[in-house]
């Protein structure tokens, strides 16, 4: 079990330090910038769950020194990659975009199942009863966390904030972990399950286009042909008072 976990946070760590340093190369952020934000998003998630269950000392950051060196490697290695094939690289924009999404796919589905695993054993340490509820929430801080702190850093809304089904996927797998422990399925076959869901999920909601749904798009109101009168209404008497100021 404990090294099923192990190569599961490690595919996790990779899977994130990938996709952060793409996304921070996208951003235009120097080395160290690349590497700093692909730190955040590998470990960002696991230190906000023990900083919550009051685990001393962090695991996050003490207990996975390997991981944190292999985060390192990647995205040292993701950088010189995209300096080096350069006009590959820009050439083929949407494909690295989907290699992007489907890492950050792996690594949620990794995170959740382990992060909740974590919490479970945390609760257990400090004495605590354990309770499966708060475990599978710690388990969507764990995989979400880092990738929050890392667009609050580059200025941009939090993925989990609009993209498909990303943080309900991350509690579905979490559950589904946990209620096949609970009823007594086999370690390996409860975290297989439990990461095949979210990764399922998220590829349902990319492919299908899945949606939670958004009180009003204000992006479509300047669509050609788009009649909603009260909107254009408030908006061009915004901009009429506006103009007055000027």
Request: hydrophobic fraction near 50%; charged fraction near 20%.
């Amino acid at each position: 079990m404990d090294i099923f976990l192990s190569v599961l946070s490690y595919i996790g760590v990779i899977a994130f330090a990938v996709s952060g340093a793409m996304l921070a190369i996208r951003s235009e952020v120097d080395l160290f910038g690349v590497v700093f934000l692909s730190v955040i998003t590998s470990f960002g998630g696991g230190l906000m769950r023990d900083l919550i269950l009051n685990r001393h000392p962090y695991p996050a950051m003490l207990e996975m020194r390997y991981e944190f060196i292999c985060c390192i490697a990647t995205s040292l290695l993701v950088f010189f990659l995209a300096a080096f094939f350069r006009d590959a690289y820009l050439r083929r924009e949407h494909v690295v975009e989907n290699i992007n999404n489907i890492l950050d796919s792996i690594g949620i589905s990794a995170f959740a199942v382990t992060g909740t695993q974590f919490s479970l054993e945390i609760m257990r340490a400090n004495g605590n009863e354990e309770m499966p509820v708060v475990a599978v929430a710690m388990g969507m801080i764990t995989c979400i966390g880092g990738g929050l702190v890392r667009d609050v850093i580059l200025g941009k809304l939090p993925w989990v904030l609009k993209k498909r089904i990303y943080a309900l996927a991350a509690l579905a797998g979490s559950g589904v972990f946990v209620l096949l422990s609970s009823l007594g399925a086999a370690p390996a076959i409860s975290i297989l399950i439990g990461c095949a869901v979210v990764f399922a999920l998220r590829m349902c909601a990319t492919f299908l286009h899945w949606d939670m749904p958004i009180a009003i798009r204000f992006s479509e109101l300047d669509k050609p042909g788009r009649r909603l009168p009260f909107a254009h209404r408030e908006r061009d008497y915004y901009s009429e008072k506006e103009t007055a100021k000027k």
